[in-house]
């Protein structure tokens, strides 16, 4: 019926798209290094991207997520905080 806050906190997850297959896989490469806990999934209906591919991080954790982009010059076209998970 109702959730508790813990509850709303794990149904958002961040979604990160990519131009190409090679930017997904990098940062596929670093996340255990950056503590990320994601993956790489197909990417979800309601957006675009040129590869097909998004990486998928549980929790809402955008902040760890931008600083491994910015710290590994991983290229990404687009990165948005979502609520629900549908892949």
């Given amino acids: ?3 508790r806050q813990d509850d709303l906190a794990q149904d958002t ?3 990160v798209t990519f131009s190409t297959t090679t ?3 990098h940062l596929e490469a670093v996340a255990a290094e950056c503590g990320l806990q994601g993956r790489l999934a197909p990417i979800p209906r309601h ?3 040129s590869c097909g591919l998004a990486w998928m991080e549980p929790n809402g954790n955008d902040a760890t ?3 491994c ?3 590994h010059d991983v290229i990404f076209e687009r990165l ?3 609520a629900g998970h549908s892949t």
């Fill in 1 to 3: 019926l109702f959730k």
């Fill in 13 to 15: 997850y961040v979604v």
């Fill in 23 to 25: 930017d997904a896989m």
């Fill in 47 to 49: 957006l675009s991207a």
């Fill in 65 to 67: 997520v931008r600083k």
């Fill in 69 to 71: 982009l910015l710290n």
């Fill in 80 to 82: 948005e905080v979502m």
